[in-house]
């Protein structure tokens, strides 16, 4: 791999983006083009590198490890040399390929950790340890095309999750610990999943796209379930603030909705939880009518229907807990979601576009545009 090339304005017009996706902290997000991959750095809204491997080198997958020179890529469909049945793991500070790793089978997604890597196939997930490069566990799942997994990136945590054999089924995997739980999170499949960083929390969503249900990873018990819609949607990306008080979920259908979380921080909640329903076992039902006690924050609530005094009468959706904060989004791309500082919430779209919006933490509502970026030039949105 060479160094960053200036592209011609006549290249630059034709070049692709693929994918995108956040690093582990939110501060820097990867863009894989059908010309190579880029780096912007979030705050200040910058590029901070581009990787260009000429017309036929398409990155059809592309992740970051924090902000170190560590990356995952796979190869696009119209890359000769560098097929999407390929993982490179390379440091671009050394200018070398760490290893690179070949499969029967297209690669669906990458995910890195400080402690291992991931590779995401239709209906196996391959776990390998950055230690020596060895594969450590393997998952078999049902069929995974969006290639959803999840993967805990404190020093003192190693929870791994991905969906489990059966339909609406999450696995989830304390490799420190030794255990495993399996949650019954939903009746429909699984169609996207998200987890803190120190991997306590898990939020999940099915393909119907109407709710959002958290869940505590040690037990598998079920600790708050919001509601996006009434209508069936098709949910593009959950994410969860660090602070653990947020949760943000974007959407075909073009609005991005903000949820208040009734917990004080993943951490605290985890050992009151442990502490209070030792020996418990993993929830196997996806209702969450029955939630363990949580922390309740000092920001605003979600709202409720003026009906729900009537729970247990009226249909459900009359009790659900609906978004705090929204705002709408081109309904033409994917949009993918992360927390940024100071209440604020950031999307990168698949049509090269990055907004940055804030939102008020007491009071809620519409959400206030502060900042704007077209990182490529795409002709047409992907």
């Known amino acids: 791999m060479g160094q960053a090339e200036e592209a011609s304005v006549d290249e630059e017009e034709e070049v692709k983006l693929l994918s995108v996706s956040w690093n582990q902290d939110n501060s820097c997000f990867i863009a894989a083009t059908t010309n190579g991959f880029r780096v912007f750095q979030c705050k200040p809204f910058q590029e901070s590198m581009r990787r260009m491997f000429g017309q036929n080198g398409g990155i059809g997958i592309a992740a970051m490890l924090f902000r170190t020179s560590i990356f995952g890529i796979v190869g696009a469909e119209s890359n000769t040399e560098f097929p999407p049945t390929m993982l490179k793991i390379w440091d671009d500070y050394n200018e070398c390929r760490v290893d690179e790793y070949n499969f029967m089978s297209k690669i669906r997604s990458i995910k890195l950790s400080k402690d291992y890597f991931v590779v995401v196939l239709e209906k196996t997930i391959n776990v390998y ?11 078999r799942t049902v069929s995974n095309l969006n290639g959803l997994c ?64 958290i ?13 996006r819609g009434l209508d069936r949607a098709e949910i593009y990306s959950i994410a969860l603030s660090q602070n653990v008080q947020w949760l943000a979920v974007s959407s075909d259908k073009g609005t991005v909705h903000v949820f208040s979380l009734r917990v004080k921080n993943a951490e605290d909640d985890a050992n009151t939880t442990e502490s209070s329903t030792a020996g418990a076992p993993a929830n196997n039902n996806y209702n969450c009518g029955s939630m363990v006690p949580v922390t309740q924050t000092n920001t605003g609530s979600n709202t409720s229907s003026s009906l729900s005094f009537m729970k247990g009468i009226l249909p ?6 609906w978004s705090f904060a929204q705002f709408r989004l081109p309904e033409v791309t994917r949009h993918i979601t992360a927390f940024g500082d100071q209440d604020t919430v950031m999307m990168i779209g698949l049509d ?16 206030m545009l502060k900042e704007y970026h077209r990182f490529l030039k795409t002709s047409k949105p992907l």
């Open 150 to 213: 999840c993967l805990s990136h404190h020093v003192n945590a190693s929870v791994f999750a991905c969906p489990g054999t059966s339909k609406g089924q999450v696995l989830v995997e304390h490799f420190g610990l030794k255990e495993t739980i399996l949650i019954a999170a939903h009746a429909s499949h699984l169609s996207c999943m998200t987890m803190t960083l120190d991997g306590t929390l898990l939020a999940t969503a099915s393909v119907k796209g109407t709710l959002i249900r």
């Open 215 to 227: 869940f505590n990873t040690r037990d598998g018990t079920c600790v708050q379930e919001v509601r």
């Open 352 to 367: 090269g576009s990055f907004y940055r919006y804030s939102f008020d933490p007491v009071n809620g509502g519409e959400m």
């Open 316 to 321: 459900k959706y009359f009790s659900s807990e």
């Open 129 to 139: 340890r950055f230690k020596d490069l060895k594969l450590f566990y393997q998952a």
